[in-house]
């Protein structure tokens, strides 16, 4: 209302007000990537949206977000590994690069996530937020992310060169292609994995 205008709308950045006219000021977050709006205004300190106020002298309206931010939780077992880089955070700004274990993450960062297995192993299962993800591919961050790989034995073979037994991995020739060969042993009752 005002005892000034008759007419009047949504203010600018700068525009005139005069003593005695009494505003409405509205604010939200720019999307919901962000937590803890905050809507201050000069004089009166934080308020809700849509909060009236009586104009006495110049107002200054700020608002203030916080980016939502999230753990990164990566636990492998004893013959796998997890790498994770950060390629993007268009939200925070956060520094791009390698992530470990416990690091925070914020909401639209974008994350590269490999998998590997030790020799003699291979991933019996590789997750991210307890859905199947395949190694060398992207995330982005909308929640808490958990990786979880699992390994198992592929199978070895052990080759004694006069010098040194060596391990190695036995591959099999299609034709067309060489494909990974996982050998058995059977000790007369079962046949397990030779590793």
Do not use: Q
């Not at 006495?56 to 931010?69: E, F, L, M, R, Y």
């Not at 060398?136 to 037994?165: A, E, Q, R």
Request: glycine share 8%; charged share 15%.
């Amino acid at each position: 209302s005002s005892p000034f205008r008759s007419t009047f709308s949504g203010f600018s950045s700068n525009s005139t007000i005069y003593e005695g006219e009494v505003i409405r000021v509205f604010g939200s977050v720019a999307s919901e990537g962000y937590e803890n709006f905050v809507l201050n205004v000069s004089s009166v300190g934080n308020v809700s949206t849509g909060t009236t106020c009586t104009v006495t002298g110049n107002i200054t309206v700020k608002t203030t977000a916080d980016v939502k931010s999230y753990s990164l939780s990566i636990t492998a077992d004893s013959n796998s590994a997890v790498t994770v880089n950060r390629i993007s955070s268009p939200l925070k700004g956060a520094t791009i690069g390698a992530l470990i274990n416990g690091e925070i993450i914020y909401y639209n960062d974008v994350i590269l996530i490999e998998f590997s297995a030790s020799m003699g192993y291979e991933l019996k299962t590789s997750t991210v937020n307890d859905e199947n993800f395949t190694s060398g591919d992207s995330h982005t961050v909308i929640d808490n992310v958990t990786i979880v790989t699992v390994s198992k034995p592929s199978g070895v073979i052990y080759v004694d060169d006069g010098t040194t037994i060596e391990k190695y991995l036995v591959y099999v020739d299609k034709g067309s292609r060489w494909d990974r060969y996982v050998p058995y042993i059977d000790n007369g009752s079962t046949w397990n994995i030779c590793g």
